[in-house]
């Protein structure tokens, strides 16, 4: 019942060339950072990853595209990312680019079980590309995969040591069904609290989903972009990776 390691290396120890790993985050918001990071220092190869992006410039998964750790990627999003660009241009990484909707229920559908499921999105499109298509009562449907994964790195505000856990806000994203969606979920949180001190009714992800569990802290929050009005007699602050 006690799922806590030691550290980040431990919780990553087992993940093998070749994994499927799905990482939770949106842009820079809620990914396991931490995780990465051991996963990098591992040196793990030929890596699929599932995640809504891949980080940016030399922070996130940027770190692994850098390292040539990933050989095919799944995700709804690369624009933050020029290495990426350059290598599927280069055809040096594998790239499948899924509508952000869609992406996000082929991760859920794979929690859930179901292996397949309809959706008008992306019908007419280069989406559709060789996939099934179906009319339901006078509209046509593309039929998707469910997408599962060996391992899931999430990220959360709280959790126990039976592997509850708590997001917050907006770090919540993609991390919730990708939890369901693996064979070994392994959660970083900010705050590791006993059990039963968290309301049954707050969690989010039973610990009935996740394996090991990680207290990492709390660390200054970046984002892409600041976009904001300036204040008078200062300039903007826009930069990429700027800490909060």
């Not at 200054?220 to 826009?238: S, Y």
Request: with cysteine.
């Amino acid at each position: 019942m006690n799922k806590v390691v030691a550290n980040s290396d431990d919780a990553i120890r087992d993940v093998p060339d070749g994994a499927t790993i799905m990482i939770g985050g949106f842009g820079l918001c809620g990914i396991p950072e931490n995780l990465i990071r051991a996963l990098a220092r591992k040196g793990t190869k030929n890596l699929t990853t599932i995640s809504n992006n891949v980080g940016v410039d030399g922070y996130g998964m940027g770190l692994l595209l850098a390292a040539g750790q990933i050989h095919r990627h799944i995700g709804s999003y690369v624009g933050e990312n020029k290495l990426l660009e350059q290598m599927v241009l280069e055809k040096k990484i594998d790239l499948e680019l899924t509508p952000q909707g869609t992406f996000s229920e082929r991760i859920r559908a794979g929690g859930a079980g179901i292996p397949a499921f309809f959706t008008p999105t992306g019908f007419g499109t280069i989406v559709a590309d060789n996939k099934e298509t179906r009319d339901f009562d006078g509209r046509m449907y593309v039929m998707e995969h469910a997408l599962k994964a060996d391992f899931a790195f999430v990220k959360a505000w709280k959790g126990d040591k039976w592997g509850n856990l708590v997001y917050r806000k907006t770090a919540r994203n993609f991390n919730p069904m990708m939890a369901t969606a693996a064979k070994v979920t392994v959660a970083e949180v900010e705050h590791l609290v006993p059990a039963g001190e968290l309301n049954p009714d707050h969690i989010h992800t039973p610990g009935l989903f996740v394996k090991r569990i990680v207290e990492v802290g709390t660390a200054k929050k970046r984002i892409e972009f600041r976009n904001t009005r300036p204040r008078p007699g200062k300039a903007p602050a826009a930069a990429t990776g700027v800490e909060i």
